[in-house]
């Protein structure tokens, strides 16, 4: 992203967009639930029947033929949406202590003993 004033980051109290988002306008969370709460006939993959359902609970569904399958994938979604992901912890033992010199900008040349 450019910065304006050659550079400079803004100045305080201005804003990069001043204008914003429109009022009224919609942001795409409320475009996707409004249309997965869009009601349909659909064939029912566990049945076979057409039924009326939402989208989302066509693709649901649809996620549970899968796993029914053997799709790991389907079935490792379904998991995640009904009980949530796990999180990933990270264990980490040892006595040595770790620094680190991150140069985000290239101002200063790198030195191996920092």
């Given amino acids: 992203m450019a910065f304006p004033h050659d550079g400079k980051k803004f100045k ?11 009022k009224g306008s ?3 969370s409320t475009i996707v639930k409004k ?10 993959p566990l049945t076979g029947e057409l039924e009326k359902m939402t989208l ?17 994938n389907a079935y490792k979604a379904l998991l995640d949406s009904a009980y949530g992901a796990p999180k990933q912890e ?11 010199y991150i140069d985000w900008f290239g101002t200063e040349e790198s030195d191996s003993s920092k």
Avoid at 35 to 44: A, D, G, I, V, Y
């Fill in 12 to 22: 305080k109290g201005e804003s990069g967009n001043p204008n914003g988002r429109p």
């Fill in 26 to 28: 919609l942001n795409r």
């Fill in 35 to 44: 249309w997965l709460q869009t009601e349909s006939e659909f064939k029912n």
């Fill in 56 to 72: 989302e609970d066509s693709i649901t569904l649809s996620q549970l033929a899968q796993a029914g399958k053997g799709n790991t």
């Fill in 90 to 100: 990270i264990e980490t033992t040892g006595t040595q202590d770790v620094h680190a």
